[in-house]
């Protein structure tokens, strides 16, 4: 049997009271040894911050193990459940407290999976942040290879003097970030240049 | 051509106006499905007559991705997450709320028309007078001290949920002048894969508001808005308690093949 999905709508402007939770974007505490921050800002076409946007990240631990325990919603505080939500602030930057995550294959440079909701935006899109890497791994990596040299920085977090890990958006213009449609899911943009 | 007015809140144009723009972009779009082109079943990202899309659609194409491990799979939630009282609406406070109590229920399945179990749903909504517990709704109709609008459940062993709530009402908003947007309800969803997630939007049938209303008309095709409406279904109401809907959501198709999927049931 074949369905035909049901469509996305816009998470629109009042989200806020709704989704984000205490805690949604400490996905490890920051005491943790291994704890980063992972953070950047949401821009619109005009290179101003977004800010009412919302994102999620989901991704393996430190080894590269995808977990699959429950427990986001009211973390125990010693659980890696690799998933965390977060809205962004006044000025467009969102923020999580997570675990630098391992490969999950020989060829596959380590990387983050980003999903960015807004009003505004019609539909969730997904991008990757991948970690900073020598550039043989980059290359090899069977996504990063495919996109286009010009852009792969978009989808490239960048490491911070502070040890943080920066990973900017943008919706539209000269950075405008990779952002991934998978077999099985259909999205349509309307019109592209 | 004058410059688009991009300030979302601006309410410069008439309904007229933008019942013309959605009207030529319907148009386009069934001609071209007339001549043999795809069949649109999600909403527009690049849709004019939603003003604050402008800004906020990428304007090149996506990226086609192999989904990997991580895309595969989803987080799991459990009853850790969620309480069985958080699909219950109307019990959040020390009093009934007011309006039209609803019972919403439905099943999530996959695109292969597989149950999605144990998976979680979330919902957010206005109240009877269409106004949202959110300090940036400040249009003038009362709040509810007796209803905030959030849901939470776990779907059940065949993919059901099942909310008890009040039915929202219309509500003003600055898209155009005098915009209303049709009566809904916020829903987010997660799949067996991540790839799956969707937020989306539940509406009532019958709405009056629906050819005026952009955010939903972003979707092109009539066949699939109409799979964002609910159907009453009197088989759910209950005698002198509440009326009821059916609403089952189609999560896009797992990537998964069918035999991974097994594995974990």
């Known amino acids: ?193 | 051509m004058a410059e688009k007015n991009t300030d979302p809140d601006a309410a410069v144009l008439s309904q007229a106006e933008i019942d013309a723009e959605i009207a030529a972009i319907h148009a386009e779009y069934r001609a071209q499905r007339d001549a043999g082109g795809p069949v649109e079943t999600n909403a527009r990202l690049n849709f004019a007559p939603y003003r604050s899309s402008l800004l906020r659609h990428p304007t090149k194409s996506l990226h086609h991705a192999d989904p990997e491990d991580i895309e595969l799979h989803s987080p799991a939630f459990g009853h850790r997450d969620v309480s069985a009282l958080e699909s219950d609406l109307t019990i959040q406070h020390n009093g009934e709320p007011i309006g039209e109590r609803i019972i919403v229920t439905g099943r999530v399945l996959d695109g292969e028309g597989r149950a999605v179990a144990g998976q979680l749903v979330e919902m957010w909504q206005a109240n009877a007078a269409g106004r949202y517990m959110h300090k940036r709704d400040q249009h003038p109709a009362p709040l509810d001290p007796n209803f905030t609008g959030v849901g939470r459940t776990l779907t059940g062993p065949n993919g059901e949920y099942s909310f008890t709530t009040i039915k929202p009402a219309p509500y003003p908003w600055k898209n155009h002048n005098n915009a209303w947007r049709s009566a809904h309800i916020h829903f987010s969803l997660f799949g067996t894969d991540f790839t799956q997630r969707i937020v989306t939007q539940m509406y009532f049938p019958g709405d009056p508001i629906f050819a005026l209303d952009p955010i939903y008309q972003s979707i092109t095709d009539q066949a699939a808005r109409d799979r964002l409406v609910a159907t009453y279904d009197h088989s759910v109401s209950q005698h002198e308690w509440n009326t009821g809907y059916r609403w089952d959501i189609v999560l896009s198709g797992s990537n998964r093949t069918w035999a991974e999927q097994e594995e974990e049931h």
């Open chain 1, 1 to 193: 049997m074949k369905l035909t999905p049901t469509p996305g709508q816009t998470v629109g402007p009042f989200f806020g009271y709704a989704l984000p939770y205490p805690g949604g974007e400490a996905l490890v505490d920051r005491s943790h040894p291994g704890a980063v921050r992972l953070h950047g800002t949401v821009y619109d076409g005009d290179g101003g911050p977004v800010p009412d946007a919302l994102l999620e990240i989901w991704q393996p631990d430190e080894l590269g193990a995808i977990s699959q325990q429950p427990g986001s919603l009211h973390r125990d505080g010693y659980t890696f459940t690799g998933w965390g939500r977060a809205a962004v602030d006044g000025v467009g930057h969102y923020s999580f407290t997570t675990l630098e995550p391992g490969s999950t294959g020989s060829e596959v440079a380590p990387y983050v999976l980003v999903t960015i909701f807004a009003r505004g935006l019609m539909d969730r899109l997904f991008t990757r942040a991948y970690l900073p890497a020598d550039p043989a791994t980059l290359e090899r990596d069977p996504l990063l290879s495919s996109v286009p040299a010009e852009r792969r920085h978009t989808m490239l977090a960048t490491r911070e003097p502070d040890g943080s890990l920066r990973f900017d958006i943008h919706f539209q213009g000269e950075d405008e970030t990779v952002f991934l449609t998978y077999p099985n899911t259909p999205q349509f943009t309307g019109p592209v240049d």
